[in-house]
């Protein structure tokens, strides 16, 4: 199962979903049906299979962490990309009020690319086209997707707690030229998961899956391979 980032849909998961739908069923859900991480994870449980490989980007990750944390006994195993076990602090729940005004005042675009800066993509040829493909998914779901889904970071729960108590096998899969969520800190999410495993995948940034998907195949096969723990 698949989690996109804010403002994507499955297109982002697009060479995964080649890749991998040959032999396995994969599902990429999504990821605005609440205004908080917990109505969310609802939406998605009743229609999910008994028991599930979860693999989440940005706040697919937090929606990851909460499912898992709902149910941890349907979670096979988690991979968490570009995210972060860390409630907004009140400082950066207020500064997101400004990207609600922007989206509805007209500006969905610039408000999309305040969330998610192109700057926080590698350099390199397909740079410009990612960027581009972002905004088409984005006005695609429309600012009132944009809307739930800031409100949904603003509200989110710490899930630290939830991490340390993780018994699956997990990765914390980033880029390393992530400049929204460094690499840095991923190690410190990685650290927090007992046998957590750390990928960082080079000349990538935020949305590795589409800017070194090969690198990240590679990681998910691993990953998907790696043997279950004991609870």
Same mark, same amino acid.
């Given at each position: 199962?698949?989690? !996109?980032? %804010? $403002? ?7 060479? *995964? ?8 069923? +994969?599902?990429? @859900? ?11 994870? /609802? ?28 149910? !941890? ?10 995210? /972060? ?14 990207? &609600? &005004?922007?989206?509805? @005042?007209?500006?969905? /675009? ?9 700057? /926080? ?7 410009? #086209? ?7 998914? @984005?006005?695609?779901?429309?600012? #009132? ?8 970071? *603003? ?7 939830? $991490?340390?108590? =993780? ?9 390393? #030229?992530?400049?929204?969520? !460094? ?16 990928? +960082? ?17 590679? %990681? =998910? ?5 790696? !043997?279950?723990?004991?609870?």
């Amino acid at each position: 199962m698949l989690l !996109p980032e %804010a $403002m994507c849909d499955a297109r982002l998961f697009g060479p *995964q979903i080649a890749e991998f739908s040959r032999e396995r069923m +994969v599902v990429a @859900a999504p990821v605005h049906l609440g205004e908080r991480i917990e109505e969310v994870a /609802s939406s998605l449980l009743d229609g999910l299979p008994r028991r599930f490989a979860l693999a989440g980007m940005g706040l697919g990750g937090m929606v990851a962490m909460e499912l898992q944390r709902r149910a !941890p006994d349907r979670v096979l195993r988690i991979m968490l990309m570009g995210s /972060s076990p860390l409630a907004d602090t009140p400082q950066q729940a207020a500064e997101r009020d400004t990207l &609600i &005004i922007k989206a509805r @005042a007209g500006r969905l /675009s610039d408000a999309v690319d305040a969330l998610l800066p192109p700057d /926080s993509l590698a350099p390199g040829p397909y740079r410009a #086209e990612i960027q581009a493909l972002v905004q088409e998914m @984005a006005a695609g779901l429309g600012p #009132e997707v944009f809307v739930r889904q800031v409100r949904a970071l *603003q509200k989110r729960r710490d899930q630290q707690a939830a $991490m340390r108590k =993780l018994r699956v096998p997990a990765t914390v899969l980033c880029g390393a #030229e992530d400049t929204l969520h !460094p690499v840095k800190r991923q190690e410190v999410t990685a650290e927090l998961i007992p046998g957590g495993v750390l990928r +960082v995948i080079d000349e990538a940034g935020h949305l590795p899956v589409l800017e070194a998907p090969e690198a990240v195949n590679e %990681a =998910l096969h691993e990953w998907l391979a790696t !043997p279950m723990l004991l609870r």
